[in-house]
T-cell receptor
Framework: DGGITQSPKYLFRKEGQNVTLSCEQNLNHDAMYWYRQDPGQGLRLIYYSQIVNDFQKGDIAEGYSVSREKKESFPLTVTSAQKNPTAFYLC???????????FGEGSRLTVL | KNEVEQSPQNLTAQEGEFITINCSYSVGISALHWLQQHPGGGIVSLFMLSSGKKKHGRLIATINIQEKHSSLHITASHPRDSAVYICAVRETSGSRLTFGEGTQLTVNP
């Protein structure tokens, strides 16, 4: 079945460590997105990519980095420069022509 | 002011009631999505609309492009409908999505 897989589902990190969240899709979607969600708040865009080897900053890109070396994969690195990284992270993908939109199950990052 | 406004923020209903959640937006859009987020956090897309009305089971979504307004209706609500419902618009200018802050729906038995 087609879909988006995020891993890990839960992650604990010490302050000062970088951590990478994985997002893989087998839907052949062109666009992929990373969002951050804090308790009681809406989704905020971190980065998005419309094609391989290209990506754009979203509204809260500081302290994060991404890569898009393959169409299927869009990993997000939360760096030590991100001042408040504890949050729920969601990856999504969409098809350019149909606009269909899929989300992963999310990754919950806690910084100890 | 947010570009996408949802109302109400919170909604509590009794099982069987008819529910309406509203979404207003201020930008030009190519499509509007209604999404459902369950307590575990995962999000599923319920509808994508660019005009008119769509129905899936007990869920109905409508959009009025001229008034920049969409509604999500749930008929014969059930406790399993309890979730956060999110409106998201795809702007005509590109691939970005803009999200409302969500409506927390609780349906009591």
């Amino acid at each position: 079945d087609g879909g988006i897989t995020q891993s890990p589902k839960y992650l604990f990190r010490k302050e000062g460590q970088n951590v990478t969240l994985s997002c893989e899709q087998n839907l052949n979607h062109d666009a992929m997105y990373w969002y951050r969600q804090d308790p009681g708040q809406g989704l905020r865009l971190i980065y998005y990519s419309q094609i391989v080897n290209d990506f754009q900053k979203g509204d809260i890109a500081e302290g994060y980095s991404v890569s898009r070396e393959k169409k299927e994969s869009f990993p997000l690195t939360v760096t030590s420069a991100q001042k408040n990284p504890t949050a729920f992270y969601l990856c999504a993908s969409s098809a350019y022509y149909t606009g269909e939109l899929f989300f992963g199950e999310g990754s919950r990052l806690t910084v100890l | 002011k947010n570009e996408v406004e949802q109302s109400p923020q919170n909604l509590t209903a009794q099982e069987g009631e008819f529910i309406t959640i509203n979404c207003s937006y201020s930008v030009g859009i190519s499509a509007l999505h209604w999404l459902q987020q369950h307590p575990g956090g995962g999000i599923v897309s319920l509808f994508m609309l660019s005009s008119g009305k769509k129905k899936h089971g007990r869920l109905i979504a409508t959009i009025n492009i001229q008034e920049k307004h969409s509604s999500l209706h749930i008929t014969a609500s059930h406790p399993r409908d309890s979730a956060v419902y999110i409106c998201a618009v795809r702007e005509t200018s590109g691939s970005r999505l803009t999200f409302g802050e969500g409506t927390q729906l609780t349906v009591n038995p």
